[in-house]
């Protein structure tokens, strides 16, 4: 009994060091920020290679046609070898002193032969030192696709900053730091018909050197929260009217990984107060050499193959032995084509990666035979697909979006999918004070592609559900097989006041986590003490023993 009361004395003792300790002891508490609402935007490039800024090894003659580049490029050059260089490219050299090409002479690339010569297609008209700058531009039209969150007035702004730090940023060299500017103008940025078009009093383009480049639109009419919006930057058909590409951040650029350059875009009301901001990412790449390769010996074959997808999105082809990558043109064709010797007939998979880094579902090819060429084509790859949100309340919109072939038809199949309904999801029917009746299946919705392939669609949520849905797309009177599914959850108005709700409760509770717990610790261990020692029962008992202790009880016969 002694043993029993010390143990619990001490487990008492210790719960009040606890408390003391929290009480007595400032606790690290976290810190939030509050920072503005952001809103969903993105950028897609026409053109998402990089650049080319190497410099020569040595000099060369005027009327020649072949030169090495420097494996140690000093800045501001970083293409330390020709992996980023590739025939039908056009170039110009840069003389160091100057801020443009000698003579503005351009060639063309004949052949890329080895990882640091190329050859031109006509000879040189001047001599070059060691240490020219070979130039290489690739200059993209971009589209910036935002949806505000927060209305903007009319008479408000909008404010995309694209970071630089380059010494000069509109001279026409691409730099390593961001994106120049080159002859673009305010003429040059318009906003777009579709989805939803805006119009703008105003617009001014502001370089600052070794910082960024800042491009404001003056609004004259007004954007409305949740609706789609974009705006198109670069002339249409001239490219020096347009953003250059960087060239490699660093000479330690590895091939194939692309380079992440972050921007701002904000809204603004007429007094310049931030009403939303985000920060978007444009990673351009340089394009891959087409490598093919499955087994070995035996006679030679040709392999070609060819098919559409989105403009320059990365085309993989896999399967087991066969490894080849290529980029889709503007039109988004592509082509892969090398010898192949296989030894064994084998499947392989096409797959596309958009410049939004989403993928298509594959499409599997037969084994190829063994004794003769192969030319398969066209293979028509599916949309890529995504929705702007993981989960919608009723009410919303749900925006969906994707790329593929440009101007084409695209398909968007929707279904209510009765397989995966989780606990929550049946519970939110049957709690749903809207009840309704409808198909499994609904009329297919249809939209169309722009020049680069985009497409969008807007569509309600007005019935709480858990959906699939799909894209296709029709060229040339041909269906692409269908993309990836994707799950659409559609939960009621309600449910979202609840999850807000425990939110809510969460972010009040957590900083006082660990006091709540101690609470309760001693609040349980003090209810268990009254239970054990002061209980009317346990009083009672103890009162009795004491008695019989003091008076014994005698029982007479």
């Not at 290529?326 to 192949?340: E, R």
């Amino acid at each position: 009994m002694k043993m029993k009361l010390l143990y619990k004395t001490l487990f008492f003792v210790f719960l009040i060091v606890q408390l003391s300790y929290v009480l007595l002891v400032k606790l690290p508490r976290p810190t939030y920020a509050i920072v503005t609402n952001l809103s969903s935007g993105n950028v897609t490039l026409s053109n998402p290679r990089l650049s080319y800024r190497g410099m020569l090894q040595t000099a060369s003659s005027a009327n020649d046609t072949k030169f090495t580049v420097s494996a140690t490029p000093v800045a501001p050059a970083t293409d330390s070898n020709t992996s980023n260089l590739f025939i039908n490219d056009v170039i110009c050299f840069n003389n160091p002193s100057s801020n443009g090409c000698a003579s503005q002479t351009t060639y063309t690339v004949n052949a890329v032969p080895t990882s640091t010569q190329f050859v031109l297609s006509a000879a040189a008209l001047d001599a070059m030192t060691a240490g020219t700058a070979v130039i290489a531009t690739q200059s993209a039209r971009w589209t910036v696709t935002f949806t505000p969150r927060t209305p903007v007035p009319s008479g408000g702004f909008l404010r995309l900053i694209i970071p630089n730090t380059g010494v000069t940023i509109n001279d026409g060299i691409p730099d390593s730091g961001g994106f120049d500017s080159n002859k673009l103008t305010t003429n040059n940025i318009n906003a777009a018909i579709s989805p939803t078009g805006f119009t703008k009093s105003a617009t001014t383009l502001t370089t600052n050197a070794s910082v960024s480049t800042v491009v404001l639109m003056t609004l004259s009419s007004a954007l409305t929260a949740g609706t789609s919006y974009s705006f198109v930057m670069g002339d249409a058909t001239d490219p020096t009217l347009r953003f250059i590409n960087p060239s490699p951040a660093s000479s330690s650029h590895t091939a194939g990984k692309a380079d992440t350059y972050p921007m701002a875009l904000q809204s603004e009301d007429a007094g310049n107060n931030v009403l939303d901001k985000i920060i978007m990412k444009v990673a351009p790449v340089d394009d891959v050499q087409v490598s093919v390769s499955i087994g070995g010996g035996g006679a030679q074959h040709k392999f070609f193959l060819y098919g559409y997808t989105s403009p320059f999105a990365q085309v993989y082809l896999e399967g087991i032995g066969i490894i080849a990558q290529t980029t889709a043109d503007k039109t988004g064709y592509f082509s892969l084509d090398n010898n192949l010797s296989p030894l064994l007939p084998r499947e392989a998979c096409l797959s596309a990666k958009d410049q939004l880094g989403r993928r298509s579902s594959p499409t599997c090819l037969p084994a190829f035979p063994l004794s003769y060429d192969v030319n398969i084509g066209p293979v028509l790859l599916s949309p890529t697909l995504s929705l702007n949100k993981p989960q919608y309340y009723t009410g919303e919109e749900v925006v969906i979006s994707g790329q593929t072939i440009p101007n084409t038809d695209v398909i968007l199949s929707l279904f209510v999918d009765s397989s995966k309904k989780s606990l929550i999801d049946y519970l939110v029917v049957k709690l749903n004070p809207i009840k309704s009746v409808f198909a499994f299946g609904f009329p297919d919705l249809q939209t169309k592609t722009d020049n680069e392939g985009n497409y969008s669609l807007t569509i309600p949520s007005a019935k709480s559900d858990l959906f699939r849905l799909f894209a296709s797309a029709l060229y040339d009177k041909q269906s692409t097989p269908q993309s990836a599914r994707l799950s659409l959850k559609i939960l009621p108005i309600w449910w979202m006041f609840i999850v807000n709700l425990f939110i809510l409760l969460w972010f009040l509770l957590q900083p006082h986590l660990l006091e709540i717990i101690i609470l309760v610790q001693i609040v349980v261990f003090m209810v268990y003490l009254l239970r054990q020692f002061l209980s009317p029962h346990i009083l009672a008992s103890d009162k009795s023993l004491m008695i019989q202790e003091k008076h014994p009880i005698t029982v007479h016969e």
